[in-house]
């Protein structure tokens, strides 16, 4: 299933968080969590779209911030709750655009090139699993 996948996935880097978010309208709605530390928690189940890193996974196709409260790329709103962010960007074959799969952390955090280039791979073997 989708969340010893996402247990599997999160394991392998020290990140707390991975999550599947869908893009809705202007929403990113959480549709799979896995917490490494506890059980699902009610604060991610949506983010404004403008107000989400996932905004830049989207336009990008993917995007990474080590440590938010240090990113010069980012304006103040975004040094908050989250400090580090991994995200790639969920594309059907036919460009339906589904949402995005994210590594997050409250903590300072980076994810390693190997990991990411595996990610490319694996990433988009979910799509087969969601609605």
């Known amino acids: 299933g989708i969340r010893p996948a996402l247990a599997l996935l999160n394991d392998r880097t020290p990140y707390r968080y991975t999550a599947i978010y869908k893009l809705a309208g202007e929403t990113m709605e959480a549709i799979h969590v896995f917490d490494r530390i506890a059980e ?4 991610l189940k949506a983010v404004p779209l403008d107000k989400s890193f996932c905004q830049f996974a989207i336009r990008e196709g993917e995007f990474a911030t080590y440590h938010v409260s240090s990113d010069q790329r980012l304006p103040s709103p975004y040094d908050g709750l989250v400090e580090s962010y ?9 460009g339906t655009l589904y949402g995005t799969f994210i590594h997050f952390d409250v903590e300072p955090r980076s994810i390693a090139e190997e990991e990411v280039a595996f990610l490319q791979d694996v ?3 979910f799509l087969d699993y969601l609605e």
């Open 40 to 43: 699902y928690r009610s604060w």
């Open 86 to 94: 991994y995200g790639r960007l969920l594309k059907r074959e036919d």
């Open 123 to 125: 990433i988009p073997l």
